[in-house]
């Protein structure tokens, strides 16, 4: 697949995978995965801005490994799963983290936290060759040239061929279909005309500039 937005389908998000970001955010370290979807609107690419939307005054960064499904398949056994794997991506699953609250305390769905325009800059497609071992990987994110997160996929809690095998029970898997796999810890506010940049491992780098909707 040299484009997976050609064939894009859905964007799921898994929530918490990481111990330190969910000590950070006060919230309990899951015992399965927390899922979500964003839309596929929700996408953009470098050249392209990240709005704030309107009502947020908590827009968050997530950086995040993003796994593209090359093929498609349900109830997929984990032993079997990264043969589903066509490549990866690097995301960001920004985050109106006030909507996100809101909803949480009254038992809401986070579709708007999560999935509004902007919320899921990514990278160019990074062929599965080019990572042998998705489970050790860094990714890390500055703002203004300031490091806000640096992380490893080795502290995720639960790995990539885990979580492939339990969301294809859930969710019939696609081609061009994205799992965003959580982020590490070191979340934070950006506010218009902050820069954010980030990358994974040597294989990849984004940038990114924030602004208010409507701007
Ligand atoms: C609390 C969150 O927003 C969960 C999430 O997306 C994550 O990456 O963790
Ligand atoms: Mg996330």
Redesign the pocket.
């Known amino acids: 697949m040299s484009n997976f937005r050609e064939i894009g389908r859905k964007i799921i998000?898994?929530?918490?995978?990481?111990r330190a970001?969910a000590a950070e955010?006060g919230?309990q370290v899951p015992t399965k995965p927390?899922l979500f979807l964003k839309p596929t609107s929700s996408y953009i690419s470098q050249g392209q801005k990240i709005k704030i939307p309107k009502g947020c005054s908590s827009l968050h960064h997530?950086v995040?490994l993003g796994v593209v499904i090359g093929r498609h398949g349900n109830d997929i056994q984990e032993s079997k799963a990264m043969d589903y794997v066509s490549g990866y991506l690097l995301a960001l699953?920004m985050?109106a983290r006030d909507f996100?609250d809101e909803a949480k305390n009254k038992g809401q769905p986070w579709s708007l936290a999560?999935g509004f325009d902007t919320s899921c800059p990514v990278s160019e497609f990074i062929d599965k060759s080019k990572i042998r071992n998705p489970e050790q990987i860094g990714l890390w994110l500055k703002v203004n040239n300031t490091m806000r997160q640096n992380g490893n996929t080795k502290d995720m809690i639960f790995s990539v061929p885990y979580l492939i095998s339990y969301i294809s029970q859930y969710f019939t898997l696609e081609a061009g279909d994205i799992i965003?796999t959580?982020?590490p810890s070191g979340v934070g506010p950006v506010t218009a005309g902050d820069v954010i940049e980030a990358g994974l491992a040597d294989l990849v780098s984004i940038k990114f500039e924030v602004e208010k909707k409507g701007t």
Do not use: A, F, S
Request: charged share 25%.
């Open positions: 998000g898994v929530g918490r995978n990481y970001h955010l919230n927390i997530e995040e699953d985050t996100q999560k965003l959580g982020t």
